[in-house]
């Protein structure tokens, strides 16, 4: 069901844990499926993110999905980890299963709220950065059958 | 590595005695059981000792037997078939919160056709109360279904009961027996059952046949139109090799049922006390007294279920959160819902039901590995975080 | 005694390589496919490659085959769902009078649910002209259905020019080709279907499974509902042995197809010819040119089908007189009425269908045994008697 990439990041996630006083945190979760990630970030002064950890109550998919995303913002300034899609990390992850597509979402969303988070800390504006919704429904019909 | 199998709710392994008995009639029996010719009188010989097999075991006549092509047909089939036989009569069913999707799906689609439907609460252990069926009964209800035994909590209900205020209000009653066929002594007439489903593999016999028991007399439609095969009830060519597995699974698991589940009660409550005492926060589901031997359940809150699964997988442990056939869905399962868990409890359910090979050590090193799964997985979830941080 | 087996069209006997196919799958993988862990991955990637194997075979897309119980239930299926979901565009369909009774009774079920449908005629070689189908179109058809070939008198219809007539009028289009997949060439955009129902046991493959194959966008209800399987468009767990024996049946059928019908269709040409040649008073039913290729059906004036079968079993010949799913009734076969045959002639149709192991010898011995039984039964025979006194 899972790609080797999101078995690898399930059974070793990078980055699992805390960071005590981080710039910025982002807790998000999707009411239908019932999971929950948490994101911080710790930004330098230039805007650069130094570290990244997450916790989540998840599936496989949102536990890789997590590690994958904060990999990939590692080290990035806070307007590029803005193009740290759901698709991007869904790609580095070498895709994932139709239904397990919001899980990805919900990564994508973990890191802007974290980046919200760090902006309203500091009242800053980052351009391009939505107030994230802290519930994410796909929102998709179903057929009738 | 030993594959340790602990789903046997959601399919078991056809029994190599059953395979045996099959075999035969692939190729060498392999004769339309409608036909004239000696080579189909085997296969309908072959039919009617399945048939009267699987009577036997519920106290009912042959003829009463209908084969299927599994659980879902016969539940469709059941609901469906009464429903337009009997829609002069009244247009109200009743059933509970906690059938499987076969019956809940097919009641919503009734509720499409114009029937409307009481879904039936059920209490913090998934026990419905006889009383409220009664309640629930109208003028024009004109059917009950009740499932025997519930396969994701392994709650049995009170069947018997049920089934006396059924006969006494003359309403038709249909049980979903596909967890407790072969595993819980059934007898139709003592427990007043009119209809009962049940599926093949669920007892170590093959996939994809099932039967309906029907009572003499239930003005049933049929819901396969077509051949003259099952007393017109029921088209489409017989399944004769499926049919024989089933009748020699049913033989197999008749005769051993008593040993059997002793056994798995055994198992089953060691297990159970293991996880109570060694794992903290833990929630056991289901009825404890009332309670199919083979089934455990359990909420391991601050974590969630399919993580679980994958990390049992990865050491040969094979599980489910919820049923096997919802996993299509992300819901949580409608059934701990139904029992009152809040979503983020429901979600960290695990799902382990024994077979006849279970053994202790098998218990003991699946008991292992989930308390390490669940320490692992609760060091990473911000639910955890949270609950000890309020705690402090 | 030789068993000569000549009912091919009423089941197969199972292929012993599909047999091994099946096998890993009772005992080893018997994973429930809906679920996480690599067991049930084992059973996903056979249901998978059973499901491409089907599809290429009709040049049908892998996810627009959907696995069923067999060719009734696929036939109950594309009825009951589509006229479920296109009822508010209309309420007609269109179908013959030789369909198999898995399409007329279930056309009847719905006329009884409030649609209508046109049983169209067919001519005496029981060819549907495509001119009636597209004269019975209305505005409000939704539906039309028309079998591939017929089980009893073999006539393959004209499928792709009713397939273009029902595109060009917007009108779906299902076919029933039971017993024409795997022998004859079928390809579903060319020929314009839209649903297409068949059944394993027909071409050496296991009883009890069948699919519908139903083109993406057809909007079609589930006809048995509960789990999330096959998409969630029909539930069950699925029948993981049933579907990897299906895949490998057509795998074979496919290989073999042209081949094995070119020599079924010499030994065909040949048992008529003798039949033709050697016995007088005798018809054969179905057109000659656009026939199944192992299809050999024929009327034996004066005398009755019944005593003919009894006769050829006792020297271990497998035949029947009309279709195999009839015996249950005694009307004579209702495609041998709609070809214009009188009761009595009707009642003296003896069907022989040829695998891929009959062998000449197999039919010679089979005409004269044949031979012999009709002298013998017209011996015997009251209205013989009447038509040699008429003669003189
Ligand atoms: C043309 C046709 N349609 C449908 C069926 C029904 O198939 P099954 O008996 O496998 O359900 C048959 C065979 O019995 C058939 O020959
Ligand atoms: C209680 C119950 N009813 C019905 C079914 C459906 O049976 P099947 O999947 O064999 O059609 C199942 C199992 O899946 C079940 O556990
Ligand atoms: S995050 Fe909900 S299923 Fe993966
Ligand atoms: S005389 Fe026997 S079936 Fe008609």
């Known amino acids: 069901m899972y790609s080797e990439k999101v078995m690898d990041h399930f059974q070793n996630p990078r980055n699992v844990g805390e960071i005590e006083n981080a710039s910025g945190v982002g807790t998000v979760g999707n009411a239908k499926c019932g999971d929950i990630m948490r994101i911080y970030l710790d930004i330098d002064d230039n805007g650069v993110i130094q570290d990244c950890k997450f916790k989540t109550f998840g599936c496989g998919a949102a536990v890789a999905t997590s590690s994958m995303a904060t990999e990939l913002v590692k080290g990035k300034t806070v307007q590029e980890a803005l193009l740290v899609t759901n698709k991007a990390v869904m790609e580095a992850l070498d895709g994932l299963p139709p239904v397990k597509v919001h899980c990805s979402l919900l990564a994508e969303e973990g890191i802007h709220a974290a980046l919200w988070d760090y902006a309203e800390k500091n009242g800053i504006v980052i351009e391009g950065l939505k107030k994230p919704k802290n519930d994410i429904s796909e929102g998709e019909e179903e057929e009738e059958y | 590595m030993e594959l340790i199998y602990l789903d046997n709710a959601a399919t078991t392994r056809t029994d190599e005695r059953v395979v045996e008995a099959m075999l035969p009639y692939f190729t060498q029996y392999y004769g339309n059981a409608s036909t004239i010719y000696a080579l189909g009188e085997e296969s309908r010989k072959a039919v009617t000792r399945a048939r009267d097999i699987i009577a036997a075991g519920i106290g009912a006549k042959p003829e009463e037997i209908y084969f299927t092509a599994g659980g879902s047909e016969s539940d469709n089939w059941a609901l469906k078939a009464t429903a337009e036989a009997y829609k002069e009569k009244g247009k109200h069913i009743i059933t509970s919160k906690i059938e499987h999707h076969a019956i809940l799906h097919t009641c919503e689609w009734l509720e499409r056709q114009g029937f409307e439907v ?17 309640a629930a009964i109208r003028p024009d209800t004109i059917l009950i279904s009740i499932m025997f035994a519930n396969n994701e909590i392994g709650t049995i209900e009170p069947i018997a009961e049920i089934g006396a205020i059924a006969r006494a209000h003359g309403v038709l009653f249909h049980t979903d027996a596909v967890q407790a066929f072969g595993q819980e002594p059934i007898q139709v007439d003592e427990m007043n059952i009119d209809m009962l489903s049940s599926s093949g593999h669920k007892l170590n016999g093959p996939k994809g046949i099932g039967f309906l028991y029907i009572r003499k007399g239930v003005k049933i439609r049929s819901f396969v139109h077509g051949g003259a095969q099952e007393r017109k009830r029921r088209a489409g060519t017989e399944n004769v090799p499926g049919i024989v597995g089933f009748g020699k699974a049913a033989e197999l698991a008749f005769a051993s049922m008593e040993e059997r589940t002793a056994r798995e009660r055994e198992l089953r409550d060691y297990m159970i006390s293991r996880f109570e005492k060694e794992i903290p926060y833990v929630k056991i589901n289901g009825d404890r007294e009332h309670r199919l031997a083979n089934n455990v359940n359990a909420c391991f809150r601050f974590v969630e279920g399919e993580s679980m699964l994958i990390m049992l997988d990865m050491k040969g442990i094979c599980a489910s959160s919820g ?13 701990l819902l139904a029992i009152g868990l809040p979503h983020e409890i429901a979600h960290g359910s695990l799902r382990l039901t024994l077979g006849a090979d279970t053994t202790k050590e098998q218990i003991d090193t699946t008991v292992d590995a989930i308390k390490e799964i669940v320490a692992h997985l609760r060091s990473m979830s911000p639910l955890y975080e949270d609950f000890v941080k309020n705690q402090q």
């Open chain 2, 118 to 134: 009481t879904y039936l609460d059920v209490d913090e252990n998934g026990c419905i109360n006889p009383a409220d069926v009664e």
């Open chain 2, 323 to 335: 049923s096997a056939c919802t996993s299509g869905s992300l819901d949580p399962s409608h059934v």
